[in-house]
C-alpha cells in the first residue's frame, strides 16, 4: 500500500516539476522578446501564480514519497 503512496508522489512530484519548467521557458520566451520593462514585469506577475503552484505541488509530491518511504 506505500508502494502506490510513492509512486503517487513522485507522480505529483514530477508534475510539479513540469510546471516549474514550464514557468521558466515562459519568462524566458518574454525576455527573448524584449519587452518594455513593464511589459516584462507584467508576465512575470502573471507567471507568479502558476510558479508557486508547481513548488506546492512538487513539494506535496515529495512529502507523500517521505511518508511512504518511512512507513512502508
Do not use: H
Not at 521558466?24 to 507584467?42: G, N, P, S, T, Y
Amino acid at each position: 500500500m506505500f508502494e502506490i503512496l510513492v509512486w503517487i508522489g513522485a507522480i505529483t512530484s514530477i508534475a510539479g516539476l513540469g510546471g516549474l519548467i514550464w514557468c521558466i521557458f515562459r519568462v524566458l520566451r518574454a525576455r527573448k522578446q524584449q519587452l518594455d520593462d513593464e511589459a516584462l514585469r507584467a508576465v512575470v506577475q502573471s507567471v507568479l501564480p502558476y510558479n508557486l503552484g508547481a513548488l506546492l505541488l512538487s513539494m506535496l509530491g515529495l512529502m507523500l514519497v517521505v511518508v511512504g518511504v518511512i512507513l512502508g
